[in-house]
């Protein structure tokens, strides 16, 4: 099955770039391409893309209101949004996390690292290597907003005491195989717990659930997990 993607970026050059790389692999497809975020949008909701490739610094509407408004419509629930970014100098990271994206790259990252993010946020999964849950959680302390569109407290009540777990140790950047095997479970029946907490707390994918679980109180920073 071949992964449509739709590229949302201003600068024509890039995005004649990541087509043509794109575009040589037999699974993934560009379907579309948008030169500002309000053009990302009325895309998206004409070729229903798997993944938008989406740029933070666009002109008339950003990255990261095109990313809300996206992942607002709930006939957009299975496109999923990988921006583009430089961790340590946006300040709109943790904005977009918040707003729905699920995975974050720098511009100068491979090729291959491109292709694979792409099928990664693709199959539902977030971007989120510990490295960078670390980075976002700093930067989503850092920045409180009251308008977020994240399910809180009374949704995280739902979860069972294992979910609850899952979606902690998650949250503080361990992968599902590392989360098996301090819990004695197969790496598949941790899939299925984060899965399940998805579902309970309406997050989009793992990125939105590391969200919920901090919004929450579910987990705590701590010096350690944020420095």
Avoid: W
Avoid at 25 to 52: F, Y
Avoid at 59 to 83: F, M, Q, W, Y
Avoid at 150 to 157: E, G, M, S
Avoid at 176 to 199: D, F, K
């Amino acid at each position: 099955m071949t992964i449509r993607v739709l590229l949302a970026d201003d600068q024509a050059l890039l995005r004649a770039t990541f087509r043509i790389l794109i575009d040589s692999v037999p699974d993934l497809s560009v379907v579309a391409e948008a030169a500002d975020g309000q053009e990302a949008v009325d895309l998206t909701a004409t070729h229903r893309p798997d993944v938008v490739i989406m740029d933070i610094r666009m002109p008339n509407v950003d990255g990261v209101k095109a990313t809300a408004a996206i992942c607002s419509r709930p006939e957009l629930s299975d496109t999923h949004i990988l921006v583009l970014t430089t961790f340590e100098n946006d300040e709109n990271v943790a904005r977009a996390l918040r707003a729905g994206a699920s995975g974050f790259l720098g511009k100068g990252v491979s090729p291959e690292v491109l292709l694979s993010s792409i099928r990664t946020v693709a199959a539902g999964d977030s971007l989120l290597s510990p490295a960078a849950t670390r980075t976002l959680i700093s930067r989503f302390l850092a920045t409180p907003d009251t308008h977020d569109f994240l399910a809180l407290p009374d949704a995280v009540r739902a979860l069972t005491d294992r979910e609850r777990e899952v979606t902690a140790m998650a949250a503080l950047g361990k992968s599902n195989a590392e989360i098996a095997e301090q819990l004695v479970l197969s790496p598949l029946t941790v899939r299925s717990h984060i899965q399940r907490a998805m579902t309970k707390v309406a997050a989009r994918d793992r990125a939105q659930l590391v969200v919920v679980a901090y919004q929450s109180g579910l987990v705590k920073p701590r010096p350690d997990a944020i420095g």
